[in-house]
């Protein structure tokens, strides 16, 4: 049971952002800019950071919108799986392992990157603005974990809802719908 009123119809981060829309909006615009604008990272890599750290940080409403999200933008459901169980096991190229790894690290704390881990990123041929997003969108995952659990979200009734969710960010990316979400309470997802 969420610690304070929010609509049942939305489960996790969406029923926070809905509750307080003017503190919701910069942070949605971070992240659409960050997991949806110019990059050269893939949406699918992006949406891996975000996977990575959210499942470090135990959330389980992030770690399975977000894993579901890069399921669909990578094509496969292993990719994802494989990077939670073990990064340098994953099938992503040398460089992703690398900035993925101080995903991992910011996640404990900004102070746990080492120079060590920046130079292998850049070894692996990641740029300054690749480590720079990397260690962005790993803190911003980090605010959106303790976010929802922090003020004990609800998972959906109906794990469905993830694909829904994932299909969601997928085509429309991190802005909120213009219409809003209440055509959800009709759908129960």
Not at 62 to 88: F, M, P, Q, R
Not at 113 to 124: L, M, N, R
Not at 149 to 160: E, H, I, R, V
Request: net charge negative.
């Amino acid at each position: 049971m969420p610690y304070i009123p929010l609509e049942e119809h939305l489960p996790g981060i969406t029923g926070l952002l809905e509750y307080r829309k003017d503190s919701a909006q910069p942070i949605r615009e971070l992240t659409q800019i960050l997991l949806r604008g110019q990059s050269t990272f893939t949406e699918g890599e992006r949406e891996l950071i975000a996977t990575v750290v959210s499942s470090g940080n135990n959330c389980t409403f992030c770690t399975t919108a977000h894993t579901a999200a890069a399921d669909l933008l990578i094509g496969n459901t292993e990719t994802a799986k494989k990077v939670k169980e073990d990064i340098n096991t994953a099938p992503v190229s040398g460089k992703m392992k690398a900035l993925l790894t101080i995903a991992s690290m910011v996640r404990e704390s900004g102070k746990s990157v080492t120079p060590e881990a920046i130079q292998k990123a850049k070894d692996e041929g990641a740029t300054d603005v690749e480590i720079h997003d990397t260690v962005l969108i790993a803190a911003l995952f980090c605010l959106y974990n303790r976010y929802v659990d922090g003020l004990a979200t609800a998972l959906p009734d109906d794990s469905g809802y993830f694909n829904v969710l994932a299909n969601r960010l997928v085509r429309h990316g991190y802005t909120r719908l213009p219409q809003g979400y209440d055509h959800l309470k009709k759908e129960k997802i």
